[in-house]
């Protein structure tokens, strides 16, 4: 169900990516046990970095990997503004469908970039791979844009599903009744797999929590 291109690995050795597929799961609106965890998140965040600024968030050893990659193209890592809107500005975590949320959470908590996707509309098995510069989707705003080379992307039988630089795909997006989800992760190098794999299991354990009858398909980490 998932490879990586030899392209991928010779770009970038020390990188991983992680998987997990979920099915037989819910996603409703709103759940009171999903609202409780992120209201203890926020609490967290806050409490994490209280007294510290943007300068000590970016000295963070996952934020200087995201920092590496994202500077490379010109940009910045979003997740850190992220972070920051929750730390610094008392911002709460925005509420979306559960399975986003789910995600969204796990993405805030451990830093680490995340796409989420419906398999249902998924064509055949995915690939990790280093865009050549000349692939092109439709982004989760309806937008088509082509990637940068380099950039690390997925794709399925039927086109680009996701990158690092440009987030999840349209098509494939997480809708109100999507019931098998696939997370992915980009974790550049100077990432230990060891936290992607814990990063995953956050997930798993926020969906199980809003759907406790979810099945675990798939969980790995591919270095």
Sequence with gaps: ??????????????ASAGILVMGNAENPERHPGLESRKEALEKE????????????????PVMQSYEAYYKRFGKSY???????SVAFKGKGIPRVAALVEAMFMAELKNM????GHDLSYIQGSVALDAAAGTESFTMLNGKEQ??????MMMSDGQGVISSVLYGPDHRTRIRSDTGSVLFAVYAPQGI????VREHLKDIRSNVLLVSPG??????GVYP
């Design 214 to 219: 979810a099945e675990t398909e798939l969980i």
């Design 112 to 115: 680490l970039l995340t796409a």
């Design 192 to 195: 230990p797999t060891d936290t």
């Design 146 to 151: 082509i990637l940068k080379a380099g950039d």
């Design 1 to 14: 169900m998932f490879h990586v291109s030899e392209r991928w690995k010779s770009a970038y050795p020390g």
């Design 78 to 84: 979003h997740v850190q503004l992220q972070v920051e």
């Design 45 to 60: 965040i806050r409490q994490r970095f209280s007294g510290s600024d943007r300068t000590f968030l970016k000295k963070l």
